[in-house]
């Protein structure tokens, strides 16, 4: 009867233990996704993106810069925010850490790189003559740059994902 009772403590400990543990496992996975503050920014009706877009077909380039200062901050404080996570013994949680920071920094450069496209706008309403073209042939070069960093956000979101994949397995977590 004793070794019964033994036993069902050891496996009320462990349950218990699992279950928080695994209960961390989900808070830190929410605090990494930050799907709510990236959506506000990007997507959002009244997000900074959107703002931005509605200041440049106004050809209001000095609020549209406003905007993308704006955008830098709001893209360090969740970089700030999961740099500042401590995945503690999670299994993965360090390298999901690593990886969602890294995306968020590609998101970030993507974003901010507008600062280089706006000027350029500047440059070109002020051109004129030979000088216009080589102006717009610049533009065409600042988006093929875009491109690739395009190209870096993909990248950077396979890894995460397939980060957030195996922090999901090793802790035992149905997909976010």
């Known amino acids: 009867m004793e070794k ?15 279950s928080c543990g695994k209960q961390k496992a989900a808070d830190f ?6 799907e709510k503050q990236i959506s506000h920014i990007l997507i959002h009706e009244k997000g900074s993106e959107s703002r931005k877009l509605d200041y440049l077909i106004q050809h209001d380039f000095n609020k549209a810069l406003s905007v ?12 700030k925010q ?6 503690d013994d999670l299994a993965m949680g360090q390298q999901l850490k690593q990886t969602a920071a890294g995306y968020y920094k590609s998101l970030k450069e993507l974003h901010l790189y507008s600062r280089q496209e706006i000027a350029q706008e500047i ?6 003559g030979e000088q216009l073209d080589k102006e717009l042939d610049r533009l065409l070069e600042l988006s093929k740059e875009k ?17 957030m994949r195996k922090f999901n397995e090793a802790n035992d977590l149905d997909p976010a």
């Open 4 to 18: 019964l009772n033994k036993a069902v403590l050891f496996l009320m400990i462990t349950l218990s233990f699992f």
């Open 29 to 34: 996975r929410k605090a990494i996704l930050q």
């Open 68 to 79: 993308v200062d704006t955008q830098e901050t709001e893209f360090d404080a969740i970089i």
């Open 82 to 87: 999961i740099e500042a996570l401590q995945p």
């Open 123 to 128: 440059t070109i309403k002020n051109a004129k």
């Open 147 to 163: 491109r690739k960093l395009y190209q870096n956000v993909y990248e950077a979101e396979r890894l995460f994902s397939n980060a």
